[in-house]
């Protein structure tokens, strides 16, 4: 006999006007319609009370939905409950369970799935050797680091070769250093075994980093959804641009549409930038911090009114007539003194138009 | 089918299945007999028809809650339906013609047949999507409502209508109002010289424990976490003696010590020359003895609320500048005061509940709880009165109860958060120090006596008149002969001894299962009517035992359920006064246990039976065990509902105990309770060593 191996049984997931009413009119989940493709990794992302961990919970069917239909595969699981759907989730606590050891843990879901004892014992095995826990198997969860327990949640969940993993904030309970490194673990697994998975943060730069598509969630429906880059590059509204990375929000003019291109202005500083069929008017321009430069001898008025040193760039905080402006710069050899009055001018690309004024 | 014991299977032999008394009814209906138990083989046969049918189908959750709901009703029906002396409605005569035969009490048959219903209407109820459509959860629902109805509400129902009865079997409200505006319940004649009615006396009794019980509680817990006292440890002992002390024992150190040939008044009468008195029975009596018995209940609500107020909340009234008598007053105390009235309440419920202690105690003054003794035991034997009685004590402390979970429920001030809370509780000031210290400690020595007294009194040949030490007592009750067939117990105490382990161990595993159970269902489903559900399995800690004691031979004296005088109904009732336990420890424990256990397991494709089973159940070891102990425990020291229960094959140690004492015998008494305390101290000391030895890594 070979050794296990574990593979994936990937399926898509799809949402079709589900919602998730609590009590009588707490609506937690409005309406949404989500598609997952196989093999991909999806990111739920938003604020917390946005319905996220909500819908992470109707997949894995802790959580029934009120209306609408879910299916997983070509199944319409809408009324199955957690224990029949082929579908495993890693908790924010981890939730291992503390009286049994860490093989005992990863093994666990296994003996519920008509294995035999021995099977089970080698595709656990395998299992933890696929987190880097070779090893670890006889000791108990209290008995190991916290990112070690986060690779055992992660082992015991992927043995069962479900249809759809679930991650619950899982990098929450770690350092910021470990953060990094296990958040390129679970996509390297991830991508290896092509597994489908549905991820839950509210941590905007992890899901940047992790994701095949970004589903951004507000207020129980979904804002925008999209891969990274378009997400970042170009937000539907404010909402998404300020939520997915810092963006300073600035009130405009459309002066002119060319075509795809609009030009615009403000306080006399004219800027051409793709129009997004936009009429002209009034309208918001969305500028990351790192999209802003000053130096040049046009552009807009303002005053460096705070600078702070913070390693490997500058931050500053600009006021003028429009308000305040956040930006970076990566020249930290020769800072601008507070109250220096500059002209600041935006990059050739990154700046996007956003409607309203 | 009881009549012999549930244990005993002589009916097998007897003539089953041909004798129509013990035949099946099968047979019967087949033989054209006790047809009216024929309809009950429709709703059986009726899930035959879905057997093969998916569980997602409509038709076969219908047909399921058709057939349970058909089936246990009718098994219900038939079974009011048909009293001991044939129909008990008229109409029923006319439809069936009279009957020969009475109904029997309902043995194994009805039992397996009520039970099958019930989880066919659970199963049915969860095929149509309740609760997710988990079945053990339904299930686990229904059949705890089933039993607590059955065990707890159908008997004090069935008390509530013993009221109204008249003496021709009739109800009547002119009956009941006689019997409630009696002057023994109600007169005031306390106030010029007379009797008092025995509600006023026992309210009045309650609230003067409540009030002095946390005073000295307060001072215990005080004591203990605000002093540089060094035996702190010894004051924590104080907790363990309420759980292992016989409720009257108490009361009964008190006779020795203040009794008329009582060590304290000999000597005092010797020294002043005057006539020894009975000053001890009454009032006096029970009220230092029931401040005896229940302090530690109080030190042990208080400690945990003392405890409970953050360390930091005083250090910053301390560095805004409150001298430590200030930051008492206006920080420590006022945190306290739900711990305060909370404490109160229980006292309350506890004196108003007492039987032992009144009624080795009480001489002339009336009590409600041993008026409901005397009036179902005594020369007048009136049920009713029995049961108006029962009424008024079940209202005082059902108040009492009410009001601790409606106005303390929401009101906790702990503010311990579990972190971040490295501060130390400031000593008392000095003022209040001295003070409290000193009424813990002449406490604390008062109790102490009284423990030794128990001790020496089971030595003493026979007190106040012989006082040479002698084992004599512990010969006459716990003898033991060796001879050629083995052991012979020939002590007279061994029969209740076994009796009462036997009985306890038994009722030990059901009350710890029936409440971790509940606990489970009350701290980790959501279902419709939970609030009700917590209020109901709750309210049997606010029932006094001897209303449970009236309300089950009312109710269980007579068909269909007809366990008097079995060791069936000990149990039930033990079950069932012990129940708060269980679940309370269960609920404490299981909500240390994050929810996201549980449903880590169901993703990984346990079901809720299996995650019960698997993850919280061996988490829980610590709690099973405490469930166990504590229901056993209680179970042997248990008088109030006991009394009322046992029989002559049935006896308990504490009924034997106080029958000893009606007889004059304190020497036997004193020294049964002895052993019964030290073999309580043998099983809450085995079960510290147990728990103390599962350690269990529980989430940091």
Redesign the interface.
């Known amino acids: 006999m070979s050794e296990p191996t574990i593979s994936s049984k990937a399926a898509p997931v799809r949402f079709e006007g589900v919602s998730k009413v609590f009590g009588k009119d707490v609506v937690a989940v409005d309406a949404i319609d989500l598609h997952v493709d196989a093999g991909k990794l999806v990111t739920l992302l938003g604020p917390s009370g946005c319905g996220k961990t909500t819908t992470l919970r109707m997949i ?3 959580e ?1 939905a009120s209306s609408g239909r879910i299916f997983i595969g070509d199944r319409d699981v809408t ?1 199955l ?3 029949d ?1 082929d ?3 890693v ?3 981890y ?1 291992l ?3 049994m050891t860490v093989l005992e843990n990863v093994r ?2 296994l003996t ?2 008509g294995f035999g004892k021995e099977e089970a014992r080698s595709r656990a095995q395998a299992g933890l050797d696929l987190v880097g826990l070779k090893g670890f198997g006889g000791r ?4 190991l680091s916290g990112g070690q327990q986060q690779r055992v ?1 992660v082992a ?2 992927l043995v ?1 070769e479900p249809q759809v993993l ?1 991650f619950d904030e899982p990098l929450s309970n770690l350092d910021a250093k470990l953060r990094r490194q296990v958040r390129e673990d679970i996509r390297a697994i991830q991508q290896d075994l092509g597994l489908t998975v549905v991820y839950v943060t509210h941590d905007q730069e992890e899901a940047l980093a992790v994701s095949d598509e970004i589903v951004v969630m507000r207020n129980a429906a979904i804002a925008q959804k999209g891969t990274p880059r378009e997400l970042y590059d170009a937000p539907n509204d404010t909402f998404v641009a300020d939520f997915i990375g810092e963006a300073n929000l600035l009130a405009c003019i459309i002066v002119a549409v060319e075509g795809d291109m609009a030009v615009i202005e403000i306080e006399g500083y004219r800027y051409r930038l793709p129009g997004r069929s936009l009429p002209a008017g009034p309208a918001t321009l969305a500028v990351r911090p790192s999209r802003i430069r000053f130096g040049d001898d046009t552009g807009i008025p303002a005053t460096i009114s705070k600078a702070t040193y913070v390693g490997v760039r500058m931050e500053y905080t600009l006021t003028g007539a429009f308000g305040q402006v956040f930006a970076v710069q990566d020249d930290v050899d020769d800072p601008l003194e507070p109250g220096t009055e500059v002209r600041m001018t935006f990059a050739e690309r990154g700046p996007v138009l956003l409607p309203g004024g | 089918m009881v009549d012999g014991g549930l244990w005993s299977f002589e009916w097998l032999v007897d003539g089953y299945p041909f004798d129509e008394d013990y035949a099946p009814a099968a047979f019967l209906i087949a033989q054209g007999e006790k047809t009216w138990l024929a309809p009950l083989l429709v709703p059986l046969a009726l899930p035959l028809l879905v057997v093969r049918r998916p569980k997602s189908d409509p038709l076969f959750a219908r047909i399921l809650i058709l057939s349970g709901a058909l089936g246990f009703g009718w098994l219900i029906a038939q079974g009011f339906g048909i009293g001991i002396r044939g129909f008990t409605f008229d109409w029923l005569k006319a439809l069936f013609g009279e009957p020969r035969i009475r109904q029997f009490g309902m043995g194994y048959g009805a039992m397996f047949s009520a039970t099958a219903f019930l989880f066919l209407l659970t199963q049915g109820i969860a095929a149509r999507g309740a609760i997710n459509g988990d079945v053990f959860v339904v299930s686990a629902i229904g059949g705890v409502i089933a039993i607590v109805t059955t065990f707890v509400f159908f008997p004090i129902a069935n008390m509530l209508f013993a009221a109204f009865v008249t003496e021709d079997g009739s109800y009547s409200l002119t009956v009941f109002a006689a019997k409630f505006f009696d002057d023994r319940l109600w007169g005031l004649g306390c106030l010029w010289g007379a009797r008092c009615g025995a509600a006023w006396n026992s309210l009045f009794l309650a609230v003067i424990v409540g009030f002095v019980t946390t005073i000295l509680g307060l001072c215990f817990a005080l004591v203990v976490t605000r002093s540089g006292f060094r035996y702190k440890r010894a004051v924590r002992a104080l907790t363990v003696l309420p759980i292992i002390t016989p409720p009257f024992v108490i009361g009964l150190a008190l006779i020795l010590l203040f009794g008329l040939s009582g060590s304290v008044t000999v000597f005092l009468a010797d020294l002043f020359g005057v006539q020894p008195t009975r000053w001890l029975y009454g009032m006096p009596g029970i009220l230092i003895a029931q401040t005896l018995a229940f302090t530690p209940i109080a030190f042990l609500v208080l400690i945990g609320v003392v405890e409970g107020v953050s360390p930091s909340m005083e250090e910053a009234a301390q560095t805004l500048r409150a001298s430590r008598w200030q930051t008492f007053r206006t920080v420590s105390l006022p945190l306290m005061r739900p711990g305060l009235a909370n404490a109160f309440l229980l006292g309350f419920i506890e004196s108003m509940a007492d039987f032992g202690n009144p009624l080795v105690l009480g001489g002339n003054f009336d009590v409600l709880s041993t008026e409901i003794f005397f009036a179902i035991v005594g020369a007048q034997y009136d049920q009713g009165r029995a049961a108006v009685l029962a009424m008024v004590l079940l209202f005082f402390t059902l108040s009492a109860f009410y009001a601790q979970r409606a106005w303390l429920g929401r009101k906790s001030y702990t503010t311990v958060t579990g972190k971040g809370d490295a501060g130390v509780h400031p000593l008392m000031p000095t003022g209040l120090s001295m003070p409290v210290t000193t009424i813990a400690l002449v406490w604390a020595f008062f109790t102490a006596v009284v423990y030794g007294m128990i001790v020496y009194g089971s030595v003493v040949e026979l007190w106040g008149v012989n006082n040479s030490l002698t084992f004599k007592h512990y010969v006459t009750a716990f003898s033991v002969r060796f001879e050629e067939e083995g052991i012979r117990w020939t002590g007279a105490a061994w029969d209740s001894f076994w009796t009462t382990i036997t009985i306890a161990a038994i009722a030990a595993p059901l009350t710890a299962a029936v409440g971790l159970v509940t606990a489970y269902l009350l701290t980790r489903q959501n279902f419709a009517g939970k609030n009700a559900f917590e209020f109901g399995t709750m309210l049997s800690f606010a029932i006094p035992g001897t209303v449970i004691g009236v309300s089950y031979i009312l109710a269980f004296n007579v068909p269909p359920i007809e366990i008097t005088g079995t060791g069936v109904i000990l149990v039930v009732s033990f079950i069932f006064r012990n129940l708060p336990v269980g679940v309370r420890a269960g609920i404490a424990s299981m909500s240390q246990l994050d929810k996201s256990l549980d449903e880590s397991s169901l993703t990984l494709g346990a079901n809720s039976w299996q995650t019960f089973r698997r993850v919280i159940l061996p988490l829980l070891r610590p709690a099973i065990l405490a469930a166990l102990v504590y229901s056993f425990v209680r179970a042997m020291t248990a008088i109030s509902a006991v009394i009322f229960l046992v029989s002559a094959r049935y006896d308990m140690a504490t009924s034997y105990i106080i029958g000893r004492v009606e007889n004059n015998d304190y020497g036997l008494a004193i020294a049964y309770s002895t052993t019964l305390i030290f073999v309580m101290l043998a099983a809450v000391g085995l079960l510290q060593v147990l728990v103390g030895r599962v350690q269990i890594g529980r989430r940091s």
């Open positions: 894995a069917g802790l029934m009324t409950p957690a224990t759907r579908v495993t989730m908790f924010q606590s939730a369970f503390p009286h666990y879901g519920f799935s108990l969860p209290s008995e949640a015991r969940a069962l679930l």
